[in-house]
């Protein structure tokens, strides 16, 4: 069983993938980790980020893998070859650096093997920009996740000001909020302009609008589908501690 979640920055995707997985019993694939790995290598060799060839290579020879403490659907640790990278391709020098180095088609047909290879017959729980439309097609289940511009600059604004320490104020979001949706609306036309597996949903996805929905509300709505597709699921990984984040894809 593969579930696969598609959807802009913002719209929740990845905190509604663990959640799913995590209800489910499912292990959890972050593909956006993978592309933010290849992303800090590039950053420690030096590499343009426009040098596909090199950055296709990386892709290519880096081994990137997740280390799930036992019973675990989230992983809680990120690696590239031996090195642990779990905090370095959160840093805001990665999330610049991904943007570029996922556009290119060299290093996503590597990712997309690598995504394919990691799966290998397991049921999972996969998120990224292209899961239903290209890594997995035959996915049982796509969903495409939306919400409104203003919400998903509300989300992010309330991540970033989380991830700065100061909680979820609602005070301290409002001021980011202008800046976070301008640069989320640019965000958004790059993904669905670009070239290379635009962002879109699949002719089969089903499109949930999260504008108003808790996260809750929409993980039970998936889980919803899997019944509906009379799907059989032997997650055999519990929940572990799941991260206080509100809606907490990074972009
Ligand atoms: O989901 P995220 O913010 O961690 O993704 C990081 C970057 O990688 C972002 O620019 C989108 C891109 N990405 C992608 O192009 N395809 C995927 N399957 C996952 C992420």
Redesign the pocket.
């Known amino acids: 069983m593969i579930i696969a979640i598609d959807g802009p920055?913002g719209s929740g995707?990845?905190t509604v993938a663990k959640a799913v997985a995590c209800r489910l019993g499912l292990r959890y694939l972050?593909?956006?980790?993978?592309?933010?790995s290849v992303a800090v290598a590039a950053l420690a060799r030096g590499i343009a980020l426009d040098d596909e060839d090199a950055l296709a290579h990386i892709a290519e020879k880096e081994h990137i893998s997740f280390e799930h403490t036992e019973g675990r659907s989230q992983p809680s640790r990120v690696f590239l070859g031996a090195e642990d990278v779990t905090a370095a391709i959160r840093a805001p020098e990665a999330d610049v650096a991904?943007?570029a180095v996922?556009r290119l088609f060299k290093v996503?047909e590597v990712?997309v093997a690598k995504?394919r290879e990691y799966v290998r017959g397991q049921s999972i729980v996969a998120?990224?920009?292209?899961?239903g439309t290209v890594?997995f097609p035959d996915a049982d289940i796509k969903v495409f996740l939306t919400a409104s511009p203003e919400e998903r600059a509300r989300r992010r604004a309330a991540e970033r000001s989380y991830d700065a320490g100061s909680g979820t104020d609602p005070d301290a979001a409002p001021a980011r909020q202008a800046e976070t949706l301008a640069a989320l609306l640019c965000r958004d036309h790059a993904?669905s302009t670009r070239e290379v597996?635009p962002l879109t949903a699949a002719d089969d996805a089903v499109v949930i609008d999260t504008t108003s929905m808790s996260t809750e509300e929409v993980a039970e709505r998936v889980v919803g589908l899997v019944g509906e597709v009379g799907g059989a699921v032997a997650g055999d990984v519990g929940c572990g501690a799941m991260s206080g984040r509100p809606f907490d894809?990074?972009?």
């Not at 972050?30 to 933010?36: F, P, S």
């Open positions: 920055a995707k990845s972050d593909t956006g980790a993978m592309y933010r991904v943007s996922s996503r990712m995504q998120e990224g920009r292209d899961i890594v993904d597996s894809e990074g972009c």
